[in-house]
């Protein structure tokens, strides 16, 4: 049996024509349609300036550069997250601190980083963990108060809002992941938004090497000198790819109202069951549900979540973790020496949450096969 995996891209005939036609066309890389992306892009989001890189991670690293985040610099991330939100803190020499998250939502907790900013912070990153946008106007008056700069993790939250305005406009520097379990895929890629021009041309610059100028701009303008004026790496995103992400983009809207639907009748199913509780949301933010997520409750059913996992999976229902708090991976261990017990509301949602399938193509009859594996499970779990 084919297992129902917990996230999955779509992509119809006319996303395969338009990767055909780039492949047709005389630019592969670094062409029309990065500008063509960019722009769009922007106007969806409302934001005046967009930069494609070639992933999420590298997303997150060019707003690290943005900041000029560099030794001594301490930023803060939530202990909940993909490890990518703080590996680039590192990239760049400088030390992520965790904060803790809250209990019902899984999101980054204010007062906890109210607690842990000091003279050397100089950024708070918020992720909007499983597709609900963090509490902006906690953090912002955070960032403001401590004039230090705000980035969005909003890999699993593009689609989403919070007090009515689009994800992308929240913070300085908003990342997402074009990655194919993300709410739309280029295969790889990512994206940043931001309000400033001085960092979105630091971005530009710091995805092409460092470099002043692209090969088009250069060969405009009859050219063939460039200077590299600072360190930077190739992070550039190119036009197949940026190809399906524009066919993708015109999806986005609908897959969102899609996976919307799906969340609304796994909650009309898992409705008074003790022992599998969805997270806590609220009205304020509009849910883009890259992720749903239930903690699984051991005390209701005799066996923990890693013995649930494993079952649910021998039965094709492909359900996951997200996440280990990063601090308790082993390189984190030895290179930071963060004792257990740092984040404990993490922690202890660490051991209980679980991803169950959420995607765009998913079917009413495919809730129905999970929710009622759930209930075989509970049931096995009784007699194991
Ligand atoms: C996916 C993801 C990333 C990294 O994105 P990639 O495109 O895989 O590099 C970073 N942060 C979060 C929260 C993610 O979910």
């Known amino acids: 049996m084919s297992q129902l995996p917990y996230g999955k891209h779509l992509i119809d005939e006319a996303d395969i024509q338009a990767v055909v036609d780039v492949l047709r066309s005389d630019w592969l ?3 029309p349609k990065v500008g063509e992306l960019e722009t769009a892009f922007g106007e969806y989001l409302g934001a005046p300036h967009v930069v494609a890189v070639n992933s999420g991670t590298a997303a997150l690293h060019c707003a690290m550069h943005a900041l000029g985040i560099g030794p001594g610099d301490e930023v803060i991330v939530p202990a909940l997250t ?3 939100t703080a590996n680039v803190v590192l990239h760049q020499r400088g030390t992520p601190v965790f904060s803790d998250v809250l209990a019902g939502t899984l999101l980054i907790d204010p007062e906890d980083v109210a607690r842990k900013i000091t003279a050397k912070t100089r950024a708070i990153v918020a992720v909007d963990y499983a597709g609900a946008a963090c509490d902006y106007h906690a953090l912002r008056e955070l960032a403001t108060q401590h004039r230090i700069c705000l980035v969005a993790d909003a890999c699993h939250s593009l689609g989403g809002r919070f007090d009515g305005e689009r994800v992308g406009t ?5 990342c997402f992941s074009m990655h194919p379990v993300k709410p739309i895929t280029s295969g790889e890629g990512g994206l940043v938004a931001t309000a400033n021009p001085f960092f979105a041309q630091r971005m530009r610059s710091f995805r092409n090497h460092g470099i002043d100028l692209d090969f088009r701009q250069r060969q405009s303008g009859g050219s063939w000198k460039y200077s590299m004026t600072e360190l930077g790496f190739n992070y550039r995103l190119n036009d197949i790819q940026c190809a399906l992400a524009l ?3 015109k999806k986005l809207d609908s897959w969102i109202e899609r996976r919307q639907q799906l969340a609304k009748s796994y909650d009309e199913r898992l409705v008074d069951q003790r022992f599998a509780t969805p ?6 933010s509009e849910h883009a549900f890259h992720l749903y997520v239930i903690r699984w409750q051991y005390q209701q059913c005799g066996v923990g ?3 649930a ?3 649910l999976r021998s039965q094709g229902i492909g359900v996951n973790v997200h996440y280990l708090p990063v601090y308790l991976h082993p390189f984190y261990q030895k290179r930071l020496k963060l004792a257990a017990g740092l984040c404990p509301i993490a922690e202890q949602a660490y ?6 399938p959420i995607f765009p193509a998913m079917t009413e009859q495919n809730v129905d096969d999970v929710v009622g594996k759930l209930h075989e499970c509970q049931r096995w779990a009784k007699h194991a």
């Open 29 to 31: 890389t670094t062409g």
């Open 82 to 84: 993909f490890a990518a």
């Open 170 to 174: 929240l913070a300085d520097l908003t």
């Open 247 to 249: 066919s993708q983009l």
């Open 279 to 284: 997270l806590t949301r609220r009205s304020i």
């Open 305 to 307: 979540r890693d013995a």
């Open 309 to 311: 996992l494993s079952w």
């Open 351 to 356: 051991g209980e949450i679980l991803s169950l």
